[in-house]
């Protein structure tokens, strides 16, 4: 249960609710124990199937119930079927599951059935000779991204949604172009700074466009680098941007970059002198100078190091313990 | 708001939970209801109230969710197999030592048949696969004594892909980072003695940076805290050796406010409703943190310490020491 607020209630309230519930559990477990009889029968029929609808508005999280329905698709409804049929059932099927999903966008168990749905959509309308035997998948597909960008658009963390639409990606009889997806990451972050998830989303496509060279990676980089900096400067205090920046820098193996950046950050830790995060980053990156290119830095840096670690120290006591660890191995 | 532990409240809170057939919840939750006897029996054992449900009654129950035709165990009697169930199941008649009650072959058949070519795990036949399945797998295997029925490279090669830059894992390749995951990650790969793969250092500043100024911890970064999180990111602090790295006092009174001070239990944070899941694994956080007068945790395989240590399973993890 989250986010629900506890509520004190008196003797006669509990009562009540607890008589005006009553009726409703009656109601319930008979339902329960309709589906379950019939799904120990192997009923697969449509009445049973209507059933599994009503059981599942009430609870879609009863996993069994959700198994059933789809072993009575899988059984005894798709075999009755012709393919128009089957897409048809399958439309029906998609609009119930985003109308829980509305209600219940972190039901697991609602997506998983979305993804039964997708991989069972059958060839056609055309047939490998003519017209297109993916036409209804292509259509699935589009509208899948459509739906999950609402889904996004109404709760931009949702973890599923991300999931759902790596997945849908993944999976397009069509591919859309990475650099459309970069783009959309785009929009994600501009809207939100501290957006993790599509930052988090921005370097699996980057990796990707720059791993095949579809995209030139220095130049883009640079252009990463940019975007990272305005929103540094935008909100200094939002980890998602300084977690990006350390992923941009990665390793350290390119002095200049690392030089550079290390100077950017000390321009912004001079206007906002107590920022932890300014701090926190350039105690990594000189780490990293240490670490990676020893012979061409200075002694100093081990000290700057030590300087920002006992600010750290005093600035988030709650880490406290991980500065000195960082201090002791220096 | 309480500033202790209140024992006595929470364990007739968990008692009354199976006894609450008046509840509309009660019957809801069904599909979660031997995950939910884990959750009470350890929370309880934790307190050291071990005896506070029915052995008996408990174990019954546990052979009644079997699910014959799969070969596994359901979450409640006539309920699908699937694997989160089989695992509370495992654990629940582990910590009543009465494994002889599984069918361990048929069990084990079960559990090793979810595994895809890819090495990840799926949750039952119909094929979600998520990391969290292949924590309960490598658990249920461990504690069944059958770890070496696993393919064991293969287990860590899909887990490996879904490590990210920031140290942390998620639920499946491409998956975003979320503590949730890297308990389960991490805690399979202590159970396979496979932790080189884990860039400790990495993974210790994510899961440090999960603590909110008021003491609480969040699953992401720039998310809200919440108490199940404690055991999640803690467990995992305590594999890699660094429970320090985060402000336990404040952790300890934020996961102590969200306790339920009239009828018992712990919520996912102060003011809202308690639930055993949360109360479960705030107690269960509190015992990593060595909150005085409870038993040790065992955070690989969040049971008791104790009984771990005697299947000769345990790890090289280290919770702060508990205080007097």
Redesign the interface.
Known sequence: ??????V?QTAEALAAK?LR??S??TE??AL?EEV?SK??SDDWSREAYDLTTRVLQ??P????V??YR?NILLHGIFPKCSPTEINDLLTEELSMTTAALKMHPKV?WIW?HR??CLENVPDGPGTDTEGDINGWRKSYWDKELFVDEKMLDADA?N?HA??YR?YILAGMPVAKPETAELAYTTRKIESNF????AW??R??ILSSLWGSGRLDYSKSKEEEFELVRNAMYTDPN???VW?YH??LI?DGEDKEVLDREIIVIQELLDEQPDSKWCMESLVHYKRLLLQRHSSLVDAEVANDCRRLLDELRGLD???R??YE?IEKRL | MSSELLTALHVAYIQSLGKSTDDLVYHLTAHLRLNAIYWGLTALCIMDHPEALERDEVIQFVGSCWDEKAGGYGAHPAHDAHLFPTLSAIQILVTYDALERVDIPVVVKFILSLQQPSGVFAGDSFGEIDTRFTYIAVNALSLLGCLDQLDKDKTVRYIKQCKNFDGGFGSCIGAESHAGQVFVCVAALAILDRLDEVDSETLGWWLAERQLPNGGLNGRPEKLEDVCYSFWVLSALSILDKVAWVDTGKLTSFILSAQDPEKGGIADRPGDMPDVFHTHFGIAGLSILGYPGLVDLDPVYCMPAKIIEKKGLKKGWKALERQS
């Open positions: 249960m989250h986010g629900v607020r506890r004190r607890k519930e009553q409703k559990i319930y477990l329960n379950l799904k120990a009430i609870n999280e009863f996993y069994t959700w198994n789809r697991y998983n993804r039964w963390r973890f991300w999931s790596r501290s957006n993790f998830s988090h989303q370097t699996k939002d980890q998602s977690m350390r992923w990665g006591p709650a880490r313990r991980r660890d």
